[in-house]
């Protein structure tokens, strides 16, 4: 028996036996519910809906145990295996949109300076895809690895993501749409902070007075994850102080 196990499903039951109860669910309700379900299952739609409705639960709960940065959703378009990039991240030639500058530090939570420290970048296309997931767009576009100086400094140029729907042509976006809701997420820029003997940080960044920043259908952005406006020399300039804190002792999940 796993007493973790138990403990979370007996928590999930009992509340959703509580909302049944207070709203008095009927049992065509019941039907039309698990109709629905198989139908997500159907269409692979299970890790979207559960994104869409819990995922950023999950990342406050950590943000709320962390002494680092604010961690924030990872999404479904990370890609491991990222090119290393020094100065820019690969765009379109055609890519018109304005000049995007990301820079700053990481510190750990003591300030020091932590060593062999990576930064995985990721941000959409001008047209709101992700390389490596859409279109057959090669995986070193839009998307790197950064490696950080010794400094505790990084910096990389690349251009501005836009927002983007989440896919919407399915049962999750059906809901939504049905809720009064939409399926559009703000403008942001992904990041994986890793270092050896830390947590690995994830995070995104939005803009500042970005369409969406106030209503993210995936709830996902936090103020201290907004990037004020700020333009050097032409471009929007995201400065980011990542703090990452030690690797933490973990208990066993069958204690
Ligand atoms: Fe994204």
Not at 83 to 111: C, E, N, Q, S
Not at 226 to 234: A, D, H, L
Request: charged letters at 25%; one cysteine or more.
């Amino acid at each position: 028996m796993n007493k973790r196990v138990k403990d979370v499903v007996d928590g999930i039951v009992s509340a959703v036996q509580r909302v049944l109860d207070e709203k008095e669910i009927t049992e065509s309700e019941y039907r039309t519910a698990l109709h629905y379900l198989m139908k997500v299952a159907e269409q692979r739609e299970i890790a979207l809906l559960c994104d869409v409705f819990f995922n950023s639960t999950v990342v406050a709960t950590k943000a709320r145990l962390s002494s680092g940065s604010t961690p924030a959703i990872e999404g479904p378009y990370y890609r491991e295996d990222a090119p290393f990039v020094v100065d820019r991240l690969k765009t379109y030639d055609t890519d018109a949109h304005k000049p995007l500058l990301i820079k700053g530090t990481v510190k750990a939570v003591d300030g020091s300076v932590a060593e062999g420290v990576t930064i995985d970048v990721w941000h959409s296309t001008p047209d709101g895809k992700y390389s490596g997931f859409h279109d057959g767009i090669p995986t070193d576009f839009y998307r790197g690895k950064l490696r950080v100086g010794r400094d505790g400094q990084f910096s990389v140029r690349t251009t501005m993501p836009v927002a983007y729907q989440i896919p919407s042509d399915g049962p999750t976006g059906a809901l939504l749409e049905t809720m009064g809701g939409h399926s559009w997420r703000p403008a942001h820029v992904h990041f994986k902070v890793k270092a050896p003997g830390y947590e690995t940080l994830t995070t995104q960044y939005y803009f500042e007075g970005g369409d969406w920043v106030g209503d993210d259908c995936c709830n996902g952005v936090e103020p201290s994850l907004i990037s004020p406006e700020k333009v050097e020399e032409g471009a929007r300039v995201m400065n980011i102080d990542f703090v990452i804190e030690p690797a933490l002792e973990r208990s066993g999940a069958n204690t």
